[in-house]
């Protein structure tokens, strides 16, 4: 998966979890003060990745993710 791709389907997981525009979200999008969204929202996120990539994402802090970027660069490493 290309990081175009990846970027464009967390877009749409996101906008989906958190009820948001699509075009409201970019690689540089700040998860918690751009969108709004709270540890709970990004938990189910996570769990949502997890089910659908097949990348886990437990004990990893919501937090460590401020940006969509940051959360596309763990993901392709995962994903190798």
Do not use: C, N, W
């Amino acid at each position: 998966m290309t990081t175009s791709d990846l970027t464009a389907r967390l877009r749409t997981m996101l906008a989906e979890q958190l009820a948001v525009d699509e075009s409201r979200i970019a690689a540089d999008t700040l998860l918690f003060d751009d969108l709004g969204a709270d540890s709970l929202a990004l938990s189910e996120l996570g769990e949502r990745i997890s089910t659908e990539l097949g990348v886990d994402l437990t004990g990893v802090p919501e937090l460590a993710y401020r940006t969509i970027g940051d959360l596309v660069g763990h993901l392709e490493k995962a994903l190798g």
